[in-house]
């Protein structure tokens, strides 16, 4: 039996930005955007990627975050408008990727790993 193979709909990266929480100031690299072409992965980020608090997000461990357009649109059903592509800090915006899945992409120069799943920050929860 043929089984879908999952692609990339997006890359998306974002720097560092700061902005005020709770009256404090704060910093984190949640808001990405997607990019056209072919992004390099080094280290631990994209290019043109960065996070604040790589304890928490990121590190060695968490270079890369994907994320299912399949999930982004349950939620535009819950909040009643669009999401783009990066809203939810991801990396990569996938669809139709298998819960097991090959870690080559199709079309990618990258082999991915899955190193565990990504729990909700409680700054967003």
Do not use: C
């Amino acid at each position: 039996m043929a089984t879908k193979a999952g692609r990339v709909l997006s890359v998306n990266v974002g720097a560092v930005r700061e902005f005020e929480y709770n009256g404090r100031p704060a910093k984190s690299g949640i808001w990405k955007s997607p990019v056209a072409g072919r992004i390099d992965a080094r280290g631990i980020n994209l290019d043109g990627d960065d996070q604040a608090d790589r304890k928490a997000h990121g590190g060695s461990d968490k270079v890369i975050y994907a994320y299912a357009v399949e999930d982004a649109r349950w939620w535009e059903q819950e909040i009643g408008r669009p999401l783009g592509h990066g809203e939810f800090g991801e990396n990569l915006t996938t669809v139709e990727l298998p819960a097991r899945f090959d870690p080559r992409l199709p079309g990618a120069d990258l082999r991915l790993f899955v190193n565990g799943l990504r729990r909700m920050n409680p700054l967003v929860a």
